[in-house]
T-cell receptor, first 116, second 112 residues
Framework: DTAVSQTPKYLVTQMGNDKSIKCEQN?????MYWYKQDSKKFLKIMFS???????INETVPNRFSPKSPDKAHLNLHINSLELGDSAVYFC???????????????FGPGTRLTVT | DAKTTQPPSMDCAEGRAANLPCNHS???????VYWYRQIHSQGPQYIIH???NNETNEMASLIITEDRKSSTLILPHATLRDTAVYYC?????????????FGGGTRLMVKP
């Protein structure tokens, strides 16, 4: 079984559209993350949720809205897509920071978003 | 978070040990050293972490100097599948506001 899964793997869409990326983890972790990797391969955190509560919200446009229906899922919804949103988006999960295990994160395979 | 410095690239012959260095001279007493790698077109993969003692697992060994200002990740018998970008990251392990910050890493090329 895949520990952290994302759908879709590839997403091609036009500017102005709204799209969602889904993430699920079956590791029993309390904390989930979204990262963005741009064309220069720099990987930056966007959001972190712990037990469905937002704990990290980096400088990300409010067009990006994470939603955690339960602690095994963290979805990313993007409104009014722009060319600059083209990137690979990775979901990850870890134990809660309270257990001291949040540095050991498990990543999904990524979703390659292309905005045309 | 403490800043880390890694060489941008390294080569290693298949079957030989790959020793990847990392400098973290401003590391604080409560900061751990984490290593991740990212194989092409895949998500980052956790390898190992440590505080001050050397650590070993099924993937690699982590050697941290006594003053904790540098560390070395050792892949004892590198294979072609170990070709990846390797990231050294330092961070405290006890604060919800802390996060993994990936720098440029070291691009390791394992050659036949």
């Amino acid at each position: 079984d895949t520990a952290v899964s994302q759908t879709p793997k590839y997403l091609v869409t036009q500017m102005g559209n709204d799209k969602s990326i889904k993430c699920e983890q079956n590791l029993g972790h309390d904390t989930m993350y979204w990262y963005k990797q741009d064309s220069k391969k720099f990987l930056k955190i966007m959001f972190s949720y712990n037990n469905k509560e937002l704990i990290i919200n980096e400088t990300v446009p409010n067009r990006f809205s994470p939603k955690s229906p339960d602690k095994a899922h963290l979805n990313l919804h993007i409104n009014s897509l722009e060319l600059g949103d083209s990137a690979v988006y990775f979901c990850a999960s870890s134990q809660s920071w309270t257990s001291g295990g949040f540095g050991e994160q498990y990543f999904g395979p990524g979703t390659r978003l292309t905005v045309t | 978070d403490a800043k880390t410095t890694q060489p941008p690239s390294m080569d290693c012959a298949e079957g030989r040990a790959a020793n990847l260095p990392c400098n973290h001279s401003t590391i604080s007493g409560n900061e751990y050293v984490y290593w991740y790698r990212q194989i092409h077109s895949q998500g980052p993969q956790y390898i190992i972490h440590g505080l001050k003692n050397n650590e070993t697992n099924e993937m690699a060994s982590l050697i941290i100097t006594e003053d904790r200002k540098s560390s070395t990740l050792i892949l004892p018998h590198a294979t072609l599948r170990d070709t990846a970008v390797y990231y050294c990251i330092v961070l405290p392990n006890n604060n919800a506001g802390n996060m993994l910050t990936f720098g440029g890493g070291t691009r390791l090329m394992v050659k036949p």
